[in-house]
Nanobody, 124 residues
């Protein structure tokens, strides 16, 4: 499985925005679903958002619906997570992943190992 590299994290105040990027360092299958998970200190990793290979299907965790938007650029092998109206509870390390479908992604079934992730810190 091609490594996925996350970037774009940082520190922002509540109400601010960030855009995360997830680039594949080699050839990937454009039919793969891609998604984002996050893990806050002392908590389990949780699903955030996913997008189908063709980009026509998306799904979000209830906690981020209406605030986060996932998108992908197959030509660049890159997936994005636009995060608006950030809250302190969004603070976490964010990881991207690949899976067969949006449904399997949401269930936690994915390809390969986790990357290093990118830290997002939202201050109140």
């Amino acid at each position: 499985q091609v490594p996925l590299v996350e970037s774009g994290g940082g520190m922002v105040q509540a109400g601010g925005s960030l855009r995360l990027s997830c680039a594949a360092s080699g050839r990937t299958f454009s039919s793969d679903a891609r998604g984002w998970f996050r893990q806050a200190p002392g908590k389990e990793r949780e699903f955030v958002a996913a997008i189908s290979g063709g980009g026509g299907v998306t799904d979000y965790a209830d906690s981020v619906k209406g605030r986060f938007t996932i998108s992908k650029d197959n030509a660049k092998n890159t997936v994005y997570l636009q995060m608006n109206s950030l809250k302190p509870e969004d603070t976490a390390v964010y990881y991207c992943a690949a899976s067969l479908t949006v449904t399997t992604m949401k269930s936690g079934t994915r390809f390969g190992s986790w990357g290093q992730g990118t830290q997002v810190t939202v201050s109140s």
